[in-house]
Each structure stands twice: as C-alpha cells, then as structure tokens.
C-alpha cells in the first residue's frame, strides 16, 4: 500500500435544505406545490383516495378466523389437585372430576371441560374424569395406583 494508491472514502451528496432561499432551488414552497392538504405540515394520507371508496374496502373479504374452543376448559395441574385435597379431604371418596371441583367451588361454573397437567406428585391412589390430560400427569397417577377415564 503507498500514498499514491490510496482512494478517498466514497461519501453521500448532501441533502438539499428545503426552504432556504430562491437560489438553493428549493425555496419558496420547498417541493411541495402550492396550497392544499399535501403542502402543510402535520399530513400523512394512507390510503386516501379523495373521498373515494378505499381499495381494501372495495375488494372482498378472504379466509376466516378459526373458532377457538378451548375458551370453556379449565386447566389444573397435580401440584394444585394435591393441595386441593389437603384442604378437602371428602373430595376423595368420589370421582375427582369437573362437576365434583364445581361443587367444591374450586373451579368456576363456567367451564364445561377439564384438562390435567402433570407438574406435581401424588400421595394417595385417586381415579380422575377428565376430558384431556398430559402423558407426565398420566404417568405419574398410574404409578401412585391412581386410573385415569377420559370422557368425551
């Protein structure tokens, strides 16, 4: 590398500034025309199309939202199933299912399904009535002697 061969670093023009003076060529109104809504300050027109009906109001709708159905199941997991037991120890004579945990009051009315998740140990030998439940939940029930009945 020598002095002589050395070229200087490639630099952008500089913007012309808007507005300052007739001899700059963008002076009086800066580019912008005279008058209307384009030439003030503040403007940003998306989409307009002068009061004519927009084109994505004109073309049709397409595809379609999927329904979600997973709004009415309530989801409860061992660690909380153990602790509900503690407290309510009747809870055990039965089924451990949806109506049961409504009757309890520990899960809202508003639910028409239940699903079991699996963080958490059980102690005691428990049959569940569930209508979805996680395979590590499921594990864990049959190996502290518990069943498990999946309702539909």
Do not use: W
Not at 32 to 54: C, D, L, N, T, Y
């Amino acid at each position: 590398m020598q002095l002589n061969t050395l070229k200087p670093k490639i630099t952008k023009q500089k913007k012309k500034r808007l507005g300052r003076g007739i001899g700059s060529s963008k002076g009086k109104t800066s580019g912008r025309g005279h008058k209307g809504q384009k030439s003030r300050s503040g403007v940003a027109i998306k989409s307009f199309e002068g009061g004519q009906m927009p084109l994505y109001r004109r073309l049709p709708k397409r595809g379609f939202n999927k329904i979600k159905n997973n709004k009415n199941l309530a989801i409860i997991s061992l660690s909380k199933i153990d602790l509900i037991i503690k407290k309510h120890a009747s809870i055990t004579k039965d089924k451990i299912n949806l109506t049961n945990l409504q009757k309890f009051k520990l899960i809202n009315k508003k639910y028409n399904k239940l699903k079991l998740l699996g963080p958490g140990d059980l102690k005691q030998k428990l049959t569940f009535e569930v209508n979805a439940i996680s395979k590590s939940a499921k594990e864990t029930i049959e190996k502290s002697g518990g069943r498990v009945t999946l309702v539909k």
